[in-house]
């Protein structure tokens, strides 16, 4: 694709994710908050598909593997132990002519000469550091004192409490600690729809081993979390492994690699996975003196453990999903004539909804009613949606739309009026092939339920 045809397919994508309820800018009656969004009510779903399958392979189907929720507002000692009050910077420049912040690291070039992406100026200042924490005051004092911080990535608080995990889950090495929640960066540019954001939410875990294990773990992690792109659905081919090279990675560590994905915006980061050693652990001993050390009951060994981290971001997992799934083709309309269709690939697993109900006409009671029972059926297995509007061509194009893998329709043969063989049997419709089958109600839990998990 070339880049015009990149850029009409995103804004097709934001277009749709507004239109049909997926994600919303921030405040928008207000002139909207730059960096900020709101999920909709179908992006809501989407988000907790991801997060719940990210959660049931992470934690609940390992024995290796607990769960910690901590708190958002992070005591600063904390974070001038992880290093971020001092070094989370990025380098940022003004435009003189336009007044425009800038990240000094995403200028435009032009004739080798530094240039203002928003107006073509090369007045600029020299870049400085830029923190990227928001600082909040805690209580009603507005001293030095009373500063906490919204932390800027989940992982602090896991390093924090990991004694305390270790006491309570009685975990011998090697155990991770997993947690999905937000974090903040105070991000200079924020852009690319919700690629950059100022609030977002990550999936981190923390996989505590001895030193010797740590290099071959993070090799582990890398293809358990390629694994899990290729399960929620996104395509392999636009997913990219980058060994960061020794220069490019934080000094502590012996091994990261960006998971990355091919946005039509370009080839992005969407995780990271990265061998920290055991910097973090260490750095809170110090500052704290508490120790956080591990005993190997075995060999009698008492030592710091390395760590493993696989850190994923929640919104662009979730903009990635909007991406890939994102697709035109054609289909006849009601009068036979071939139209574009758009259709969200969504894997059934990740799709807000998984199944459609339609009754064939929403004016024969027989119908809306058995319609009903249908719904009040699959409904504790699944996220269904009841439509009875407008002619069943375009309620199955709606919810091509929005990703619905499987739709229903309730029908006469339903009823039984076109032979008693056919009573109680449904239109099975798939979203990709448009191909429908005859099925008998009382297996549709068990059918459609068997290709959402
Ligand atoms: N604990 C390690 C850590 O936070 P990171 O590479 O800074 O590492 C991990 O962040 C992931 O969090 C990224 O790969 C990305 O998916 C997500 N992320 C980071 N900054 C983000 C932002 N401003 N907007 C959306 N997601 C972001």
């Given at each position: 694709m070339t880049g015009k045809e990149n850029a009409q397919r995103m804004e097709k994508i934001v277009s749709l994710c507004k239109r049909r309820g997926f994600i919303f800018q921030s405040s928008e009656i207000y002139g909207g908050l730059n960096g900020v969004w709101d999920y909709g009510p179908l992006g809501t779903e989407l988000k907790n598909n991801l997060k719940q399958y990210w959660w049931q392979v992470t934690?609940?189907?390992?024995?290796?593997v607990v769960g910690l929720d901590g708190a958002?507002?992070?005591?600063?000692a904390v974070l001038k132990a992880s290093g971020h009050v001092d070094t989370f910077t990025d380098p940022m420049v003004d435009?003189?002519?336009?007044k425009a912040r800038l990240r000094a690291d995403q200028l435009s070039e032009k004739n080798g000469v530094k240039q203002c992406?928003?107006?073509?100026?090369?007045d600029l200042t020299e870049a400085r550091p830029f923190n990227l924490m928001f600082q909040t005051q805690m209580g009603a004092s507005a001293d030095p004192a009373s500063i906490a911080y919204l932390r800027p990535e989940t992982a602090q608080s896991i390093f924090v409490q990991f004694k305390n995990v270790l006491d309570v889950s009685r975990?011998?090495?090697p155990f991770g600690i997993a947690q999905i929640g937000k974090a903040f960066r105070n991000e200079i540019n924020p852009r690319n729809f919700t690629f950059r954001s100022r609030e977002f939410e990550q999936m981190e875990l923390e996989y505590f081993c001895r030193p010797e294990q740590g290099m071959d773990l993070l090799a582990y992690w890398l293809k358990e979390r390629i694994k899990f792109y290729e399960e929620i659905?996104?395509?392999?081919?636009?997913l990219h492994i980058l060994d960061v090279p020794e220069k490019e990675?934080?000094?502590?560590?012996?091994g990261t690699f960006d998971i990355e994905y091919e946005f039509p915006f370009g080839r992005q980061e969407l995780e990271g996975v990265a061998y920290r050693t055991d910097y973090d652990l260490q750095q809170h001993i110090k500052a704290s003196g508490k120790p956080l050390d591990y005993f190997d009951?075995?060999?009698k060994e008492r030592f710091v453990p390395h760590v493993v981290e696989p850190s994923a971001g929640v919104d662009r997992t979730v903009l990635a999903l909007i991406c890939d799934a994102y697709d035109e083709d054609t289909a006849p309309d009601e009068k036979g004539k071939m139209e574009t269709r758009v259709v969200m690939r969504f894997h059934p697993r990740m799709a807000p909804i998984k199944c459609a109900i339609f009754p064939?006409?929403?004016?024969?009671e027989a119908l809306v009613a058995k319609a009903r029972e249908v719904q009040a059926l699959l409904r504790p297995h699944m996220n269904v949606f009841y439509d009875e509007g407008g002619a069943i061509g375009r309620r199955y194009r709606r919810q091509d739309e929005i990703g619905t893998p499987f739709g229903v329709t309730i029908d006469f043969e339903t009823l039984g009026?076109?032979?008693?063989?056919?009573?109680d049997t449904v239109t099975l419709r798939d979203r990709d092939s448009m191909k429908q089958e005859r099925v008998t109600i009382k297996d549709l839990p068990q059918l459609i339920s068997s290709k959402i998990r």
């Amino acid at each position: 694709m070339t880049g015009k045809e990149n850029a009409q397919r995103m804004e097709k994508i934001v277009s749709l994710c507004k239109r049909r309820g997926f994600i919303f800018q921030s405040s928008e009656i207000y002139g909207g908050l730059n960096g900020v969004w709101d999920y909709g009510p179908l992006g809501t779903e989407l988000k907790n598909n991801l997060k719940q399958y990210w959660w049931q392979v992470t934690v609940r189907d390992r024995d290796d593997v607990v769960g910690l929720d901590g708190a958002i507002l992070t005591h600063p000692a904390v974070l001038k132990a992880s290093g971020h009050v001092d070094t989370f910077t990025d380098p940022m420049v003004d435009c003189r002519t336009c007044k425009a912040r800038l990240r000094a690291d995403q200028l435009s070039e032009k004739n080798g000469v530094k240039q203002c992406p928003n107006c073509g100026g090369k007045d600029l200042t020299e870049a400085r550091p830029f923190n990227l924490m928001f600082q909040t005051q805690m209580g009603a004092s507005a001293d030095p004192a009373s500063i906490a911080y919204l932390r800027p990535e989940t992982a602090q608080s896991i390093f924090v409490q990991f004694k305390n995990v270790l006491d309570v889950s009685r975990k011998k090495l090697p155990f991770g600690i997993a947690q999905i929640g937000k974090a903040f960066r105070n991000e200079i540019n924020p852009r690319n729809f919700t690629f950059r954001s100022r609030e977002f939410e990550q999936m981190e875990l923390e996989y505590f081993c001895r030193p010797e294990q740590g290099m071959d773990l993070l090799a582990y992690w890398l293809k358990e979390r390629i694994k899990f792109y290729e399960e929620i659905g996104i395509s392999r081919k636009r997913l990219h492994i980058l060994d960061v090279p020794e220069k490019e990675r934080a000094f502590y560590s012996k091994g990261t690699f960006d998971i990355e994905y091919e946005f039509p915006f370009g080839r992005q980061e969407l995780e990271g996975v990265a061998y920290r050693t055991d910097y973090d652990l260490q750095q809170h001993i110090k500052a704290s003196g508490k120790p956080l050390d591990y005993f190997d009951e075995e060999t009698k060994e008492r030592f710091v453990p390395h760590v493993v981290e696989p850190s994923a971001g929640v919104d662009r997992t979730v903009l990635a999903l909007i991406c890939d799934a994102y697709d035109e083709d054609t289909a006849p309309d009601e009068k036979g004539k071939m139209e574009t269709r758009v259709v969200m690939r969504f894997h059934p697993r990740m799709a807000p909804i998984k199944c459609a109900i339609f009754p064939l006409l929403r004016n024969k009671e027989a119908l809306v009613a058995k319609a009903r029972e249908v719904q009040a059926l699959l409904r504790p297995h699944m996220n269904v949606f009841y439509d009875e509007g407008g002619a069943i061509g375009r309620r199955y194009r709606r919810q091509d739309e929005i990703g619905t893998p499987f739709g229903v329709t309730i029908d006469f043969e339903t009823l039984g009026e076109k032979g008693e063989e056919l009573r109680d049997t449904v239109t099975l419709r798939d979203r990709d092939s448009m191909k429908q089958e005859r099925v008998t109600i009382k297996d549709l839990p068990q059918l459609i339920s068997s290709k959402i998990r």
